[in-house]
């Protein structure tokens, strides 16, 4: 190894030992790489790097997206649709045995087609779902579990703010990225359906089935859903097929988001200012992330650190699927120690060279993180997503949240395989639809 | 987040970069153009963003990772918290360092956008208005950082 690149390994070492001890993420990696630079290339080259990058991120026209799609978010949870997913599919599947489960596996899946984000859809649909399905009799290890895994489909589906991220850091197409995220975001769904089906089969006494409600409440439901679906439809699909790229499709959706507000009658100055308020601290707290995040990146660059563990992992084997076996692993020991941007931020600019070597797509390897990564939110000791669900069902204990969650996680597993040996699943979508 | 004018700077420069933006996507498909867009959109995000970015430390809102911070005594939290500030202190001090030398060899160039000559020098002010207002917040958080 050369001196550069143990430069960089000491770099990475010292970036984890900030980020255990609580430095905030952007900071840390700002500062790691702000130092190698200065070791490197001396301090003027350092302070003239990072001084360009700030100007550069901040007035990025493709940045843009990453705060208009959070404001379109916002938009949509002050229109109260995160509770409208829930009873439209607990409607159409809830009497089923398991039906509850179901309905929030596909209601986060809705609702992360807004939010982005895994914690805020856990969370919301949490507090929608848990109560219902445990007055139905629903195991409470089941019931937490089943919101604690489906949480993690709100940064699957897209857009998804990880992607966002991942496309900024990594130089790839948001567009792309977000096509691709589809099939194996319905996969995901699928698996979750499926752990839902044998878990009911085999133990029927943790999820009974509910009285059936009424076709008109049924269709109720689904007319609630409507304006929401369509925003949905119009953002995601018009970045598919192209009718507008990312950075637009974020404006466009935000401007859907008010006249949902408004439609709904919840368009206020109250609600109107709340949602901007919360944009622009989220907007803040990533933006800080994806400036050290950058700067980092020219660091670790500059080190020859990736080409280092990527002659490691050669030596080990040459084959495909085992080195990318071998990086799921690391992926996965790193995200029970780190949170998923940490993890997202500090292995992208090792791993994603590495993986281009092997003759992958940049593409297909920010859903294989992201799905990397959203094992970690349901994963002790970290694992966010349960101690959301935790926060909002106090009684019951975390380590029967923990007991839940485990079949849906070994479902994450098989789902992470599935995308090792079939890379087809996350590129032939873009491939079809822009060729 | 009281509203007061960081509020008010960023929303504002969040909502013109969405009805802009928006506005162009229409105008496109109607076959129209509205000429230089984008500079609009880009001058508007570097506003919204250098605010959002001293909002979420104002907040205190900076992702970080838990898993020691949460498991250790009051004391070394402390500590810990207080470090943490001083280290977000240097790392945003080394940014305005960086920014406030390119903005002193770009003071003769006159930089403007392409198609609207929008200039830059006054975005640079913003931007390094904004990390030298994380500094300073780094630092005054540090010092009220006290035990629990």
């Known amino acids: ?435 | 987040m009281s509203r007061g004018p960081l509020f008010y700077i960023g929303s504002a420069a969040l909502l013109t970069a969405m009805a802009i933006d928006a506005a162009a996507v229409i105008c496109r498909h109607l076959g129209l153009s509205i000429l230089g867009s984008i500079e609009i959109v880009q001058a508007a995000m570097l506003l919204a963003s250098s605010a959002a970015l001293v909002a979420a430390s104002l907040a205190r809102k900076h992702a970080t990772v838990h898993l020691a911070i949460d498991r250790v005594g009051p004391r070394t939290r402390l500590w810990l918290e207080r470090i943490s500030a001083f280290l977000s202190a240097v790392f945003f001090a080394a940014l305005a360092a960086g920014s406030i030398w390119i903005a002193f060899d770009l003071r003769h160039g006159h930089e403007a956008s392409e198609v609207l000559r929008i200039p830059y020098a006054p975005l640079r002010i913003v931007s390094i208005a904004a990390v030298l207002g994380l500094a300073g917040i780094a630092l005054w958080q540090m010092r009220r950082i006290e035990p629990e």
């Open chain 1, 1 to 435: 190894m050369s001196s550069d690149a143990l430069a960089g390994l000491l770099g990475v070492l010292l970036l984890l030992a900030l980020l255990v001890a609580g430095v905030p993420i952007g900071v840390s990696l700002g500062l790691v790489g702000f130092g190698g630079l200065t070791l490197l290339l001396g301090l003027e080259p350092a302070l003239i790097k990072s001084g360009v990058l700030l100007f550069d991120t901040l007035s990025r026209y493709e940045l843009g997206v990453l705060p208009l799609f959070l404001l379109m978010a916002h938009l949509c949870f002050a229109a109260n649709a995160s509770r409208d997913f829930f009873r439209a599919a607990a409607g159409l599947v809830g009497h089923r045995r398991g039906g509850l489960a179901l309905a929030s596996v596909g209601a986060c899946a809705g609702f992360g087609a807004i939010s982005g984000s895994s914690l805020a859809t856990a969370a919301t649909i949490g507090l929608v779902a848990l109560p219902e399905m445990r007055e139905r009799g629903y195991s409470d290890s089941f019931a937490t579990g089943v919101v604690a895994a489906g949480g993690t489909l709100g940064q699957a589906v897209p857009p998804s703010g990880a992607l966002i991220v991942f496309g900024i850091i990594s130089e790839q197409s948001i567009g792309k990225l977000f096509t691709a995220a589809i099939v194996p975001a319905l996969t995901q769904m699928l698996l979750y359906g499926i752990t839902i089906v044998l878990l009911c089969h085999f133990r029927p006494a943790i999820a009974p089935a509910s009285p059936r409600v009424s076709r008109a409440e049924r269709w109720r439901g689904l007319v609630r859903i409507l304006d929401v679906a369509v925003l949905v439809l119009i953002v995601i699909g018009g970045i598919s097929v192209g009718w507008f790229t990312p950075s637009e499709a974020a404006s466009v959706g935000a401007v859907g988001g008010l006249m949902l507000c408004a439609w709904r009658r919840r368009l206020t100055w109250p609600a109107l200012g709340h949602a901007l308020a919360e944009t622009l601290r989220t907007s803040g707290m990533i933006y800080a992330v994806i400036i050290g995040a950058l700067i980092f990146s020219v660091f670790i660059s500059l080190t020859g650190l990736a080409e280092a563990v990527s002659s490691l992992i050669g030596s080990v084997s040459d084959n495909r699927v085992v080195a990318m076996l071998m990086i799921a692993v690391v992926l996965l020991v790193l995200g029970s120690l780190l949170d998923g941007l940490a993890l997202m931020l500090l292995t992208t600019p090792i791993l994603l060279p590495i993986v281009q070597q092997l003759g992958l797509s940049p593409i297909w390897f920010g859903i294989f993180l992201i799905r990397a990564m959203e094992i970690g939110f349901v994963h002790p000791p970290i694992g966010m997503n349960l101690y959301v669900i935790h926060g909002i069902a106090k009684d019951v204990p975390i380590s029967r949240i923990f007991r839940g969650v485990l079949p849906f996680l070994g479902a994450d597993f098989v789902h992470l395989l599935l995308l090792i040996l079939i890379p087809g699943l996350a590129l032939e979508l873009p491939k079809l639809l822009a060729p």
